[in-house]
C-alpha cells in the first residue's frame, strides 16, 4: 500500500480580551460615568471556514516540522486580513499565510455590532505525530468554535462570563421551551430598534420567564444578549398568552428559559 504522509495541523488562538471602551449593562450599553456602567455584551467569533495549510514539499521532503506564529485582523465582516509572520520556519511560513488568509468567521461582535479584532494564530505543522492528523489534501474543518477567552481583541472590553441561569423560586417548575412553545396562543414579534438597522446589529437575547397558572406571563428577566435589544425582547414576550400548563390535571406556575434573535428587519419590517 502506497504511503501517505499525514500532517498535524493545529490552531491556537492567543491572548486575552483587553478592555478599552466606555460600556453599559451587565456586559454592555453606554452610561453616565464608569462607576456605574457595567462592560458591554460581547459575543464572540467563531470560524465557519477554515482551510487546512498543504504541507510544503520541500519541508516535507526534508523532515521540517514546527510552529509558524501569526498575527492578523478578523474582520467585521468574518474575513481575515492583514496578516503577519511573527515567528517560524522560513519553509513553513508562506503555507500557514495561503491557509489563514482562506478562513472565514462569523465575526465578533459587541452590542451585536460586528468589529475588527487583533489575533495571534499559531499554526502547528507536524509530520505523522499523533493527535489530530490529517492528509495534505483533507477537506477544511467546517464550524470550529473559537475560545473567546483565547483571542485578543484591542480596543474591547472583558468578554462576558458564560451564562448563569439562577434557579426557579420554590414552588415553580423550569419546563423546557419546545414543551411551552406548545402551549402558546398568542404570540408578539419584539420590534427591531429602528437606530439598530444602520450598525447592521444581530444577537440573541436569553429570557428567564415565569408563567402564571392562568397562562399569562408574569416575571421575565433578561439573562443574556445585547442591551440593544432587552427591552424590546422582554416587551414582547410580555403580552404572549400561553394555555396553562398542568400537573396531573391541577394548572401550575412554571418558569421557562426563551431565545429571541434580532437581525434587521425584512421589507415587510418583521425581525428575521
Request: proline letters at 7%; a neutral charge; aromatic letters at 6%.
Amino acid at each position: 500500500m502506497k504511503n501517505i504522509c499525514t500532517m498535524w495541523v493545529g490552531v491556537i488562538l492567543l491572548g486575552a480580551i483587553h478592555s478599552s471602551c466606555f460600556a453599559r449593562g451587565q456586559e454592555t450599553n453606554q452610561g453616565a460615568s464608569a462607576a456605574t456602567t457595567p462592560s458591554q455584551f460581547i459575543s464572540a467569533g467563531y470560524i465557519i471556514k477554515k482551510v487546512q495549510p498543504v504541507y510544503p514539499k520541500e519541508a516535507k521532503a526534508k523532515g521540517m516540522q514546527g510552529t509558524v506564529v501569526l498575527s492578523a485582523t478578523i474582520a467585521a465582516d468574518g474575513t481575515v486580513k492583514d496578516i503577519k509572520v511573527e515567528s517560524g520556519d522560513q519553509f513553513l511560513r508562506q503555507a500557514a499565510v495561503d491557509a489563514v488568509s482562506q478562513w472565514r468567521y462569523a465575526p465578533y461582535r459587541v452590542e451585536g455590532v460586528a468589529v475588527d479584532v487583533k489575533s495571534n494564530i499559531s499554526v502547528n505543522f507536524s509530520l505523522g505525530l499523533g493527535g489530530a492528523q490529517y492528509d495534505a489534501d483533507q477537506a477544511p474543518q467546517r464550524d470550529n468554535p473559537v475560545n473567546s477567552g483565547a483571542t485578543q481583541a484591542q480596543n474591547l472590553p472583558p468578554a462576558g462570563t458564560p451564562v448563569t441561569i439562577p434557579s426557579p423560586p420554590a414552588g415553580v417548575m423550569r419546563v423546557s421551551g419546545r414543551v411551552m412553545a406548545s402551549q402558546l396562543e398568542k404570540k408578539v414579534d419584539p420590534v427591531y430598534p429602528a437606530d439598530s438597522i444602520a450598525v447592521d446589529a444581530r444577537g440573541d437575547v436569553i429570557l428567564l420567564v415565569t408563567i402564571k397558572k392562568s397562562g399569562e406571563v408574569g416575571e421575565v428577566q433578561a439573562v443574556s444578549g445585547p442591551y440593544r435589544f432587552r427591552d424590546a425582547a422582554i416587551d414582547a414576550v410580555k403580552q404572549w398568552q400561553y394555555r396553562p400548563y398542568e400537573v396531573d390535571g391541577t394548572a401550575v406556575e412554571v418558569q421557562v428559559i426563551i431565545t429571541m434573535n434580532f437581525a434587521p428587519p425584512q421589507t415587510n419590517g418583521t425581525v428575521r
